[in-house]
Structure formats: C-alpha cells, structure tokens
C-alpha cells in the first residue's frame, strides 16, 4: 500500500508559450484514491492531459511503476495500462454503449478476460446492461459519465484518472458515481480524481492536492484537507469573501 | 393524436401570396432566363424570349398557388417509406435487415443484367440499346466503386478528402504508363496500381495527420490539384495534355476482345464478331472489382481496424485516451481508401484506352464526394444509390423530350444537369440531411438472434 504508482516531480507544461503548470509534485500510492481539487483555471485538466503527453511537459518527469513516460506518445501512455475518462466524457456517440465498452479493450492485456470485465461494468452500473445496443449519444449525461467510466475500465487499468466525474451532473447521480469510484477502489483499483467537487472528492479520497494558479498550495490526507480552514473557506462553504479564494480566482482569470 | 383543429386556408391570401413568389420569380428570371445574347451583324443582341419567362413564372405562380391551398395545411402524411424509416424502433428492428434484402436484389439484379439483356437481345430479337446501357452502367459502378473507397475515409474514418480524384489518377497513369511502355497486362499491373495509389495515400496522410476538418479539406484539395498538374507538365513520362492513348483493355484469360487477331473471343468460341462481348467482360470485371471494395468494408467494419475509424471519427482525443494509435489508423484509412481508388483508376484507363489530365479534375473529387455524402455517410447501400441516381439519373436526362414539351423544342435537358445536381443536393439536405440511409448499423449486438455475430467478435478479442 505504501509503493508509490504515481510519481510526478516538478512538472512545467502550458500551451505555447503560456505556461500552466510550474512544477508540479505529486504522487499516487499504490491502492489509494488520490484527489486534486482546485478552481476553475487552476490547471487540473492541463495536469491529466499532460500525463497523456498533450501538451507535452517542458520540465519534470513522471514515473509510472518506477518508468519514465514523460515523453511518450498518449497511446504509448495508455498501454502502460494507465486508463482515463476524459473531461467532458468524450464518449463515441453515433456507436453503441457496447461498441464503446468494446473500445476500451484495446489496452486490455488478457483479451480472453473479456466477457468478465463486461459483466463486471455491468454490475457497476447496470443501467448501462440495459442499454447496451443503444447509441450512446442517445443516453443522458450520467449514464454517459458512467459509460465514459466503464469504457476506461474494459481497458483492465493499474491506474485511472478520473477528469470531473461529476461535472453537470444531479446530485443524486454524483453520488452513485462517486459510490462506484469507491467499490472500485476497494477491489484495489487506483484512481487519480480531478474535481471541483471538493467535499465529494475528499470525502473519497486517502490523499488530496489543492491546485491553485498551475501550483499545488496543499496537499494532505482527505481528512486533514476537509477540515482545514483554507479548503473550507475556498471550496466548501462558498465563502466569496475570504482572501484565498479571491486568490484562487485570479488564478481562473490567470 | 387528436386531429388539430386548423383553419382551412382561404383562397385570397393563398393567391396574394403566390402573386408573390411569381413576382420574385419574374424578378429573377426577367434577365436570366428573359433575354438571350445572340450572335448579330452588329456584335451580341438581345433577343427576348417572353414566352419562355410566361411559363417559367406561371409555373412558379401555379405551384406556390397549390402548394398552399393543398400542401402546406394538409392532414394527412406519407407512409413511412419501408427501409428509410426513421423512428428508433423501426431503426433497430427493421432498417438492417431491410437494407440487407435491398442489397442482395441489387447485387443480383446487376449480375444477371447483361446477360439477360444478351438473350433477350439474340435469342428473342428484342431491340435493346445494349451496349450503351452496358456503357453507362460500367460508368456508374465505377462510380459506385469510387464512392465505396472514399467512405472509407470520408464516412467511416471522418476525414474529410476533396482530393480523391488524385488515387484515381494515380492508379489510372499507373496501368497506362506500365501497359504502353513495356506491355504489361491488366492484372499484373491492378494490384501495382493499388499499391502505388495506397502509397500516395500514405504520402498525403502523413503532412495532414494533425489536421481536421476545413483545414484537412484544403489541404486534400491542393493534393489532387498538384497530383494533377505534376501530370500535366511531366509530358515524357505522361504526354502531358495529350494523354497516354492505346491503352489495351483486359482480356478474356488470354483471349482478346479485337475484331482481327491471332487469339481473339469471338472466333475462339465461334461467334460473329460483336463489340458487346467486350464491353460485358469490362462490367463483370468493375463490378467484381466494385463488390470486393464493398466486402472488404463491410469486413473491415468488423475489425478492430473498422472500429478504430469510426471511433476517430467520433472523437480524437478519446480515442488517444484509450490507446489507439492515431497516426497509424489515419494512415491506414488513408491508405485504403486510395487503394480502391486506384483500382478503380486503372480500370478506367483499360476501358478508356485514352486517358489525360482533364478527366481527373476537381469536378471528379467533388461528385465522389456528393455520392457519399448524398447517399449517407458510411452507409454502403446508400452510396450505391446514390451513385446510380447522380450518375445514372444525370444520364437519363438526355431522355427525356417531355420536357421539351413544355419549355420549346430548343430546350436542351443535358445543359441544366448542373442545376438539378444542386436541387438534389438542396432536397437531400434539407430532408436527410445524414444523407439517404442515414441509419448507422451497430456492428456487434448481444440480442440472442445475433448470438453468433457477438461471438464470432469475441473470439476475435473484439478490439
């Protein structure tokens, strides 16, 4: 449990000449859910791209199981059996929830595992048996983040990277989702979890980073970072007026 | 439903109205269709041509009149049209297995065509134009074979190719320049063509890999132009604007198709002579060639490989996230498409014999295009539709005197087929805007009556 999976030491990536992320440290244990919550802007999603190699890092590695994968290509990456479910979902729309399962297979290194791992998504969330031969761009956003979820899991992953999970999202569905991480994570899966959702998030999660301006300002136990008073005022109890979190959306703006 | 209560229209504002459109229309067509240059003593003239515009304008008056009095607030509706409904259930249950029955009396139809069309002709006496029916449908399945190689690319991977007429070329200059130059025969140099098409698919993938969209377009377009002007000043290799002439056609097993020759078909087996023989073996030949590009798509659909462009096209990223190898699978579409289209290429120099620059313009790409975005993208049965209509349909204009009827005896069909390829792509957009068979048939199923396609993947590691 204490092995780390994950290792990303001073990590400096941006779009053209705009950096976004200014040294990033961070690592995801073996076995835990590891949560990064931050504003709108703070460079969350550039961080889980960036690990796919788009865009590139300019500065920094990342170690997955003790190897270097900074600078391989986004395939390349996903057949270390690192498997992501975007942001936005990005799920196929014009096929179906099956051909989109069957899509994920393609990092999967026991193909005869097959029929397993897809009564086992099924049994995650069923609701997407129920509409297996439906297009996906036909189900709604929920069941759509659910599949985008499964579709990454056919894939058999060591690690998961998860990119706002519950964004747009009903209340009620973010709770089944964030149920299904947890399952998931007691069958011993790792998870790597961006969220705004910060109460979700950390709830969930044995460790947690806050991102603020392309920085990571606090990290701790899930625990340690709900009760401390700059993540409550920042992300917990929308306390407008509080200097950090003026802080954290100049950071948006920036 | 319950029936809406709706006021009848009434007949003055119906009339005012199509008083109207007949006065835009007399607005539009006054110069356009109301005056003619005409070659006079004195340099161009105007000759008017009043009843020409009367017609045009009652006939716009006439029907706006009656499209509001009995269309516009009519209460009944068409039928659904039995393979192109459009409501899910219909789509799931129906459409596949509908647009598979359309397919096979298709296919046979065009197997027993010709040689139906044979005895009819020399055992019953029937005087059937034969050979320019057998003509133009070589014509029309060589288009057919076009567009299946370009869905590949355009409908099945999403990249858009203004530029397809370029493999066309290719595989076209690549029989004529190998056949007159050292001789050799058509089916050795099929499969040199295709790889040499594929080649140049791969050469123009390469530059256009980041790109999508518009941006691809022009670059595709530019593509075929310069393939196309390289062959126009490259005159010792091509002949430039002159062409490459005297390409032989394929023969029978050996056996050739001239009226005079050592090993010709007709006197091996014994008959007189007669040019139809001929151009029967060339329909065969495309439309084998035509229905193996349609076997290989459809197989490939099955594929990993099939699957991994169709997931390209719907999204990029999502499908580096997962672990496919973008460059290679837009490499190998690419690669594919180009490959029929220069099957396609040679064929139609061997039917040719006479090949130049001018029959692979953008006008070639841009009516391939429209018969797969007509027809529905990916879908194979309604790019061969819709390569029959364009194609066939366009052909069938020449034919048509009734309309001389109405618009004088000057009235040259052929000249306005520019005019109804645009009213066509207009009614197609505007009322299948996915094209004519816009349903897209999953490839895999778990329903117990499709137990042994699903099985038949899994095996496969359906990835």
């Known amino acids: 449990m204490s092995k780390a999976l994950l290792e990303i030491s001073g990590l400096v990536a941006g779009y053209g000449h705009l950096p976004v992320l200014h040294g990033i440290d961070l690592s995801v244990k073996e076995g835990e859910i590891a949560a990064i919550i931050g504003a709108n802007g703070a460079g969350k999603t550039t961080l889980m791209m960036s690990i796919f190699g788009n865009p590139k890092p300019s500065a920094g590695r990342i170690l997955f199981e003790g190897r270097d994968i900074t600078d391989l290509p986004a395939h390349a990456v996903a057949l270390e059996r690192i498997a992501q479910s975007p942001e936005g979902r990005r799920i196929f729309p014009r096929m179906t929830v099956l051909e989109n399962l069957q899509m994920g297979t393609l990092i999967a290194p026991d193909k005869e595992r097959y029929e397993d791992d897809l009564g086992h998504v099924f049994e995650l969330f069923p609701v997407l048996a129920t509409r297996k031969d439906q297009r996906a761009g036909t189900l709604s956003g929920g069941e759509q983040q659910m599949l985008a979820i499964a579709r990454a899991l056919m894939g058999q992953p060591r690690l998961l990277l998860l990119d706002e999970p519950s964004l747009g999202l009903a209340p009620l569905i973010t709770r089944q989702i964030f149920a299904a991480i947890k399952a998931l994570n007691e069958e011993g899966l790792t998870v790597l979890l961006v969220e705004q959702n910060a109460y979700h998030a950390l709830k969930l999660a044995s460790c947690g980073y806050v991102m603020v301006n392309g920085r990571i300002t606090l990290s701790g136990s899930g625990t340690e970072l709900l009760e401390s008073d700059e993540v409550r005022r920042s992300y917990l109890e929308g306390g407008a007026s509080s200097p950090s979190a003026d802080e954290a959306k100049k950071g948006a703006k920036a | ?463």
């Open chain 2, 1 to 463: 439903m319950e029936p809406a209560v709706r006021e009848k229209p009434r007949l003055l504002p119906a009339l005012w109205d199509a008083a109207i459109a007949a006065g835009i229309a007399f607005l539009l067509f006054c110069l356009v269709l109301g005056v003619r240059t005409v070659d006079g003593v004195y340099g161009l003239t105007l000759q008017p041509r009043p009843v020409l515009l009367a017609v045009v304008v009652g006939i716009v008056f006439f029907g706006r009149l009656a499209l509001n009095l009995f269309w516009w607030d009519r209460d009944w509706r068409f039928p659904p049209l039995p393979f192109f409904s459009r409501t899910a259930k219909d789509a799931k249950d129906r459409a596949p297995r509908d647009i598979y029955r359309v397919g096979l009396v298709l296919i046979g139809f065009a197997a027993v065509f010709p040689l139906l069309g044979l005895v009819l002709n020399k055992v019953f006496g029937a005087n059937l134009p034969l050979l320019y029916l057998i003509d133009l449908s070589i014509l029309v399945l060589t288009y057919v074979m076009l567009g299946w190689g370009l869905n590949i690319v355009v409908g099945l991977a999403g990249l858009l190719d203004l530029g397809y007429v370029a493999f066309y070329a290719v595989g076209a200059y690549t029989f004529a320049i190998l056949a007159t130059t050292f001789g050799w025969s058509f089916w050795m140099c099929l499969p040199l063509a295709g790889i040499l098409a594929a080649f140049w698919g791969i050469v123009l993938g390469f530059p256009v890999l980041r790109l999508r969209g518009d941006y691809l377009a022009i670059v595709t377009l530019a593509f075929g132009e310069i393939i196309r002007i390289v062959i126009q000043n490259w005159t010792e290799l091509t002949g430039g604007p002159n062409g490459i002439s005297n390409i032989p056609e394929p023969s029978f097993f050996g056996l050739e198709f001239a009226f005079r020759g050592d090993n010709t078909f007709h006197q091996f087996f014994g008959l007189p002579y007669d040019a139809i023989y001929g151009s029967i073996w060339l329909y065969y030949i495309i439309l084998v060639m035509a229905l193996i590009t349609n076997a290989v798509t459809l197989r490939l659909r099955r594929l990993p490989i099939g699957r991994a462009w169709e997931a390209l096209r719907e999204d990029e990223i999502a499908c580096r996230s997962l672990g496919m190898n973008t460059t290679t699978t837009k490499l190998s579409a690419f690669a594919t498409g180009a490959l029929f289209g220069g099957f396609a290429g040679s064929f139609f120099a061997a039917r040719q014999s006479f090949i130049s620059p001018e029959s692979f313009t953008f006008i070639e790409s841009a009516i391939i295009l429209s018969i797969v975005v007509l027809g529905g993208m990916g879908s194979q049965l309604g790019v061969a539709i819709a390569a029959v209509v364009m194609i066939g349909g366009f052909e069938a204009l020449r034919h048509t005197d009734s309309l001389q009827l109405v618009f004088g005896t000057g009235f040259d069909p052929t000249l306005y087929r520019m005019l109804f390829f645009g009213l066509a792509m207009v009614a197609i957009m505007v009322w299948r805007p996915r094209g004519l068979v816009s349903t897209r048939q999953p490839t895999v199923t778990l329903n117990k009556d499709a137990g042994s396609i699903s099985k038949d993947l899994v095996s496969e590691g359906s990835g």
